[in-house]
C-alpha cells in the first residue's frame, strides 16, 4: 500500500481526525494536505501527530487548487449534501460520513446523483461493516445456518456521558443533526437491513425526550455530562437543553421478505449496550457487538453450539471497528478493493431511520412500499 494519495477535508472535526489517523497507520502513503473548515474541532489532534494539513478558507479554491485525489466530508450533517455536490464536480474519490445525508428530499437528489457514479466512488464511512464480529456474523447469517430468519431484535444504548455530550453538541438540534436515530443509530438499522437482506416494508416507532429534562436535573454533577467536549454550535446545557431530537426511541418492523423486527435505544444506560439476537428455524444467533462475542445456537439441541470472541473485548477505536474501516478504506483507495457498504445501502439505512421518523412524529405506521419503488427506479 505505498501508492501516495492525497486527501482534502471538507469539515476536519473529532471525527475525521479518527479517521484520518487510523488510515496513516495502515498506509503512510495516504496524507492529508488541506482542509476547508472554520474552526476545525479535529486539528489539534492531526497536528500531535505530525501532520499539518494547509487551510483554506473557500472549500472550492481548496479542490481547485489542490486537486486531490480524496476527499473526505466530516462536516455536521446539514451540509453533506452541498459537500458531495462539491466534491462529485472535482476529479475525487470520496469518504463522507455517515449519514449521507439529513432527509428524504435531499436522500433522492442525492442517489439521482450517485447512482450514475462507478461503484465506491463514494464511500460511507458507516465503520461497523468493519467490525470482525459483524463480518462473522454475517458470514454465518449468509451461509443458511439458522434457516430461515423469523424475527431479531436489536439494541444500542449509550452511556450517560455519552447522552449528554449528544444533548450539548450540534446534533441535539433536528437542522443540524436530523435526528437522534439518524445521527447515532442509522448504523444499526443499516445492520439490520444486512441481517435480513431485505429492507423494511413497514415502520412503527415512539420516540421521546424522557432523560435530558429538568425533572432528572438532580443527576447533574456539573461533571459527567460534560466530560466530552462539545464542538461546533455547541452548549453546556444538559437537562434544560435547547433541543428539539429524542433522547430515547424504540421501533417496530416488518422486512420485505416477512422478518419481524424491534429496535431499542437509550442514551443514559450503564452498562452500555449494542447487541444483536437472531431467531431463526434451524438455530439462533446472538451477537454482542461491543464485546466482540457472538454465540450460535442451534434450535435441535442436538447440533453443535458455538461461541467466537474477536478482539480483545475492549471497546476502544468502536471496539476495533476504526482500524478495520482504515484498512477497508485503504483497500479499496488503492488496491481496488469493495468497500463493505455501498452508498446505495447507505442511502437505504437513512431513508429506513427518516421513515422511522416520520412514524414517531405521526403516531402511525409508514408503508415504506412506495418509498422503496421511487428509490429503486433510480438506480436502474
Ligand atoms: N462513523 C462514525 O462512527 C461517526 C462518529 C462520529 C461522527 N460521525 C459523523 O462525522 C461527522 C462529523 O461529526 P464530528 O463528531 O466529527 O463533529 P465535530 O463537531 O467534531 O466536527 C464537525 C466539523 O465541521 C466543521 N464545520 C462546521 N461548519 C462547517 C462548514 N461550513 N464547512 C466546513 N466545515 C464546517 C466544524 O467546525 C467541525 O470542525 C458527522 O456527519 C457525524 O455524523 C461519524
Redesign the pocket.
Known sequence: MSVPLRIAC??????????LLHLSRVAPSISCVA?????????ARLERHGMRPRSYAD?EAMLRAVRPDAVM?????H??RQ?LELALASDARIF????VVRTEEESFEVASWLAREPQDRVVV????RSLPVVAAALARIRSGCLGSIISLEANEHLHPEHGGYLRR???RLRRF?GSYLL?KCC?DLDLLNAITGSRPVRIASFAANRIFTPAHAHLDDGVRYRSWP?????SERVFDAAADTADTQVLALEYGNGVLGTFHSNSHVVPPRRAWFVAGTEAALAVDLRAGRLEFTPADGAGESATEQFGDGRTAD?SG??PA?ARDLAATWLEGAPFPVSVRQALEAGLTVMAADQAAAAGTVVDLTPLWKRFDALWT
Do not use: F, T
Not at 466530508?73 to 450533517?77: A, E, K
Not at 464511512?125 to 461497523?128: C, E, Y
Open positions: 471538507l469539515g476536519l472535526g473529532q471525527r475525521l481526525a479518527q479517521v482542509y476547508a473548515d472554520p474552526n476545525p474541532a479535529g486539528l472549500p466530508i466530516g462536516s455536521p450533517n451540509l453533506h459537500h463522507c460520513e455517515k449519514p464511512g458507516l465503520v461497523l453538541d450540534w446534533r443533526g445521527d448504523h462539545s464542538g461546533w454550535s455547541g468502536h471497528a476504526d474501516m
